[in-house]
């Protein structure tokens, strides 16, 4: 009776492999925060700690890096709303908590990085989006539930908020935008505890609705 073969295991990347994956992605995005998605590819290398020919072995082209960069900043910041609704009891506590975490996440940063060559529909792109969502969502059903947060606000409201607030200003440097980020962003919280004291024009605004702008 002939023995079946047994399975290949699909090869697990070493160790060091993923130190400069990481190592890549990070230095990618500090260097897409200070200079833009077009800062060269040789520069990130050297930031990294890595060859030219590493980088492109992990990622074949801009495309590629701007993309993981994009995810892991997201899913960083899924993380930090996961860890909120964890162990923060008050729900409006946890949407705060969620709010300056994603901002020294520098998601305002990943805005200009999504231009119209952008693979938008990506797999991973858009599971790391909808993990993101739907914290958010959840975070701000809760603190609305609890009677804390204006229930005329939407996820897409909180999003555009808090990436305009956290962008630096045109022309200055992200160490000047640093020193007001937080303050900013506080204040633009409190207003959106309940009960609300002026009424919003216009309707909440979602994320579908922004994609589609």
């Known amino acids: 009776m002939q023995t079946a073969a047994p399975e290949r295991k699909v090869p697990r990347p070493r160790a060091d492999a993923l130190r400069n994956r990481e190592r890549i992605v990070t230095a990618a995005r500090e260097m ?14 050297r930031r990294a700690g890595v060859g030219n ?23 960083r910041t899924a ?15 946890a949407l705060e908590r969620f709010v300056h975490a994603a901002a020294d996440e520098r998601i305002s940063a990943l805005c200009p990085m999504v231009s119209s060559t952008f693979d938008q ?43 305009q607030l956290s962008r630096p200003p045109a022309g200055t440097g992200c160490g000047f935008g640093d020193r007001f980020v937080h303050r900013h ?15 919003l024009p216009g309707t909440a605004v979602t994320m579908k609705e922004l994609r589609q702008s």
């Open 185 to 199: 962003l506080q204040l633009f919280l409190d207003g959106l505890r309940a009960p609300a004291r002026s009424a």
């Open 53 to 75: 020919a590493t980088l492109y072995r992990n990622f074949p082209d801009r495309d590629a890096l701007v993309r993981e960069v994009v995810v892991s900043v997201m899913d």
């Open 121 to 163: 529909h990506h797999p991973d792109l858009e599971a790391s989006r909808e993990r993101v969502e739907r914290l958010i969502d959840e975070i701000m059903g809760r603190a609305k539930a609890a009677g804390q947060l204006r229930t005329d606000v939407g996820v897409g409201d909180l999003m555009v908020a808090a990436a």
């Open 32 to 45: 897409f925060v200070e200079h833009g998605p077009d800062v060269p590819l040789d520069e990130i290398a």
């Open 79 to 93: 993380e930090a709303a996961e860890q909120a609704l964890a162990e923060t009891g008050d729900a409006f506590a």
